[in-house]
């Protein structure tokens, strides 16, 4: 029996299995399609496997709903810090977890010996568009014209270890997010595929987001993309570089950083249950 944790970060859930304390299974791609769905298997997002680092107290990687394993997850990087601090693997305030994306830093805001919110340093935003990756022009590119069905969109691009396209909208009819957003994610000027953002600007210090997620459609929640939207909306200079991100699933605080030019995101980490899994 495989030992797993379901997790969840402003309800951008996953299940978590242990490589630590047990071995990575055999086809995680496979694992992840099976037991992320919400019908037949455990249901989420996707899987994480918590494993061992030469680097860092732990190492995360991250396979979607579909099986793809993708390079970063912001809610899911809390929710393995949890994990790790939680159950014993590294009891320490600050964390390092080595990811798709490099080593990251967490501070944990700990109440009765359990992990609340954590806050990551996320680092430095990726705005070359070769690196993003996109075909789009601009390093990065701004409001760059993207043609779906006729219609042109204005998608600034942004990787922070993943790729992002964010595009400023007044509101979110369904047609736009589950529509519109699977022809970008799987458009040809991101070789990768691509998360799409719609977001629609509250103030210069929030703003509201709906996420079509590569992979996995759409999610309540989005770390990493909750981070691109703060980048995206100051190189557009619609929103101060520190502000509260609304997304369906929770809130997040997000700054950008001008002297380190570093992104930080804080928000919550929550178990859910523990169960196991037939082999």
């Given at each position: 029996m495989l030992k797993f944790i379901k997790m969840q970060g402003l309800g951008?859930?996953?299940v978590y299995v242990d490589c630590v304390r047990q071995a990575v299974p055999a086809d995680p791609a496979e694992l992840a399609?099976?037991?992320?769905?919400?019908n037949f298997g455990v249901g989420g997002d996707g899987l994480i496997l918590v494993c061992p680092s030469d680097k860092a107290d732990a190492r995360m990687r991250m396979f979607n709903a579909d099986g793809s394993e993708s390079e970063m997850c912001g809610n899911g990087v809390r929710c393995v810090a949890k994990l790790v601090y939680d159950h014993g693997i590294a009891r320490k305030d600050r964390l390092t977890i080595e990811t798709g994306r490099g080593v990251l830093t967490l501070d944990l805001e700990v109440e009765g010996g359990k992990t609340r919110r954590v806050?990551?340093?996320m680092g430095e935003p990726i705005l070359e568009a070769a690196k993003i990756p996109t075909t789009l022009k601009g390093n990065p590119p701004v409001e760059a014209e993207v043609v779906i069905d006729g219609k042109a969109y204005a998608f600034t691009c942004v990787s922070m270890g993943n790729p992002h396209a964010v595009t400023f909208v007044e509101e979110f009819p369904e047609s736009l997010i589950h529509g519109v957003g699977p022809k970008v994610e799987t458009h040809s000027?991101?070789?990768r595929k691509t998360n799409v953002e719609f977001v629609r600007v509250d103030n210069r210090g929030e703003y509201t987001m709906r996420v079509w997620e590569r992979g996995s459609g759409e999610t309540l929640a989005c770390g990493t993309?909750?981070?691109a939207?703060?980048?995206a909306g100051v190189l557009t200079g619609r929103l101060d570089r520190k502000v509260i991100g609304h997304l369906r699933g929770g809130d997040l605080l997000l700054e950008w950083d001008e002297a380190t030019n570093h992104v930080f995101m804080t928000g919550p980490a929550v178990e859910v249950f523990e169960g196991?899994?037939?082999n």
């Open positions: 951008n859930d996953y399609r099976k037991i992320a769905n919400r806050k990551v340093d000027a991101f070789p993309g909750a981070c939207v703060l980048v196991n899994w037939p």
